[in-house]
């Protein structure tokens, strides 16, 4: 679908030299002399760089449609990790370059969001919290605080998080995915 510079909104996926980018941000420009224009901030879709870019004001663009399809992480076969639309039932492959840093957050059975541009998958965003198992940290000692100080602790999907002196091994954690940050004990 055809969109002008003037119906731009943060968010929006287009497509411009045969490259997908979302608009991170935008602003109409009129200056005292000349023609209007639009100023962008501009994202690649596939990777991930952000370029300053201006239109002419009223400008062709073309307005791709964004998706978003809930999926069960079913299970991982080497570098190809296999998810199950829960709706129909139809299953979809993914390389580990297209989950990218996602799945250090996924484990088997959890439900996921696929972002489509259009047909073409351009993403994979895990739940903003998901509870995960300590596998392994150093002990905690005695006198150790929830004041105190942090220490590192690998989660079962093999993720190191920061977590405070008093979490141990085999304890269920809360964690934050947007920044690996642990929230609290389950």
């Not at 991170?24 to 994202?43: E, I, M, N, S, Y």
């Not at 690649?44 to 307005?63: C, H, N, P, Q, Y």
């Not at 993914?94 to 996924?106: C, F, I, P, R």
Request: proline share 3%; aromatic share 8%.
């Amino acid at each position: 679908m055809a969109i002008t510079t003037n119906n731009l909104k943060t968010g929006m996926c287009i497509s411009y030299n045969d490259k997908l980018w979302t608009v991170v941000d935008f602003q109409h420009v009129k200056p005292g002399k000349g023609a209007a224009f639009v100023r962008t901030k501009l994202k690649e879709v596939r990777s991930g760089r952000v370029v300053d870019i201006t239109f002419r004001a009223g400008e062709k663009l073309e307005d791709v449609r964004m998706e978003t399809k809930s999926m069960q992480y079913l299970y991982t076969d080497g570098d190809t990790y296999h998810f199950m639309d829960t709706e129909t039932y139809d299953q979809v492959e993914l390389t580990d370059e297209a989950v990218g840093d996602t799945k250090q957050w996924l484990k088997e059975n959890d439900v996921a969001q696929l972002q489509y541009a259009g047909t073409e998958l351009i993403g994979v965003e895990a739940p903003m919290f998901v509870d995960l198992l300590v596998t392994e940290t150093d002990p905690g000692f005695k006198g150790d605080t929830v004041q105190g100080g942090t220490k590192p602790a690998t989660l079962e999907t093999g993720a190191v998080v920061q977590v405070p002196m008093f979490v141990e091994s085999g304890d269920k954690l809360q964690i934050d995915t947007r920044d690996g940050r642990y929230i609290t004990r389950v």
